[in-house]
Structures are given as structure tokens and as C-alpha cells.
């Protein structure tokens, strides 16, 4: 943890001057960002009393899908920390998809039906490929 102090100029903050967020901390991955304070305009209705307001922020990790060749994969981007993506490739008329590449296909756990799933317990990096599907044709053969 990083420890700091943050101050923040909201509007509110004139009417209770000194009263500023204090002892930021955020996590080594950046998925958790907390202060604390007296400030009473950060939380509505909030009554004065001797203890300070302690604020956790959680980031939510973000799935990148780079796509090379014709298709998609529908998805989002970003999931709620530990959330399970079920991710579904969709190759364009005339392609199929030719398997994952990418920083984090080692964290793929493949269906067997046309879809992996993905546990995102942090920001996910992936690349789709697609590839010209191929296509045989069979011709009668005449002998004379």
C-alpha cells in the first residue's frame, strides 16, 4: 500500500474549510483506492461526531479482446472483481476462429461447446483470431 494524503476541492468543502480527505491508500494492483475524513459533505446526511468516515473504492477489472481477422466476441469492459465471463467468439461469413492468443489465455478454461470462461480476478488481455475458413469442394471425375 501507498500511503498519502489527497485533497480534494468539491463543492461543499468551502463551507467546512480544513476538512479534507487524508491517508490515501491504494493497493500495489490499483484495484483499491481508500481514504478517510471529517469532511461532512462527502457522505449526505451525515452527523458530526468524533469518528472519521473511512471510504474504500474498488476499480473494476477491465477485459480487452483484440480481434484479428474477421468476427467479434461480444463483451464488456469491465466486470465486478472476481465476476465469471463467459466469452463466445463469432467469426464473420466465410471465417472461422483459429484459437486465443494473448497475455492471459492461460486463465481461458475452455467449455467444449464454442465458449471458454474467464475469471476476472484482474484486468484480462486477450486476442481472438479468425482465419479464412477453408472450403473443400468435390468434383465429379469423368474417365474416358
Avoid: C
Wanted: charged fraction near 25%; charge should be negative; glycine fraction near 8%.
Amino acid at each position: 500500500m501507498e500511503l498519502g494524503t489527497i485533497k480534494i476541492a468539491k463543492s461543499g468543502f468551502e463551507n467546512y474549510p480544513g476538512e479534507y480527505p487524508e491517508n490515501l491508500a491504494i493497493s500495489s494492483d490499483g484495484r483499491f483506492i481508500a481514504f478517510d475524513s471529517d469532511a461532512r459533505s462527502l457522505v449526505w446526511d451525515d452527523v458530526e461526531d468524533d469518528y472519521k468516515d473511512v471510504f474504500v473504492y474498488m476499480n473494476a477489472p477491465a477485459l480487452t479482446i483484440d480481434i484479428i481477422g474477421n468476427g467479434s466476441v461480444p463483451h464488456q469492459s469491465t466486470y465486478d472483481f472476481d465476476e465469471i465471463v463467459t466469452l463466445t467468439p463469432i467469426p464473420d461469413e466465410g471465417f472461422a476462429f483459429d484459437g486465443w492468443t494473448g497475455t492471459d489465455t492461460a486463465d481461458l478454461v475452455d467449455k467444449g461447446d464454442g465458449t471458454w470462461e474467464v475469471t476476472m480476478d484482474g484486468d484480462k488481455s486477450l486476442i481472438a483470431n479468425f482465419k479464412v475458413a477453408t472450403i473443400y469442394i468435390y468434383l465429379p471425375m469423368i474417365l474416358k
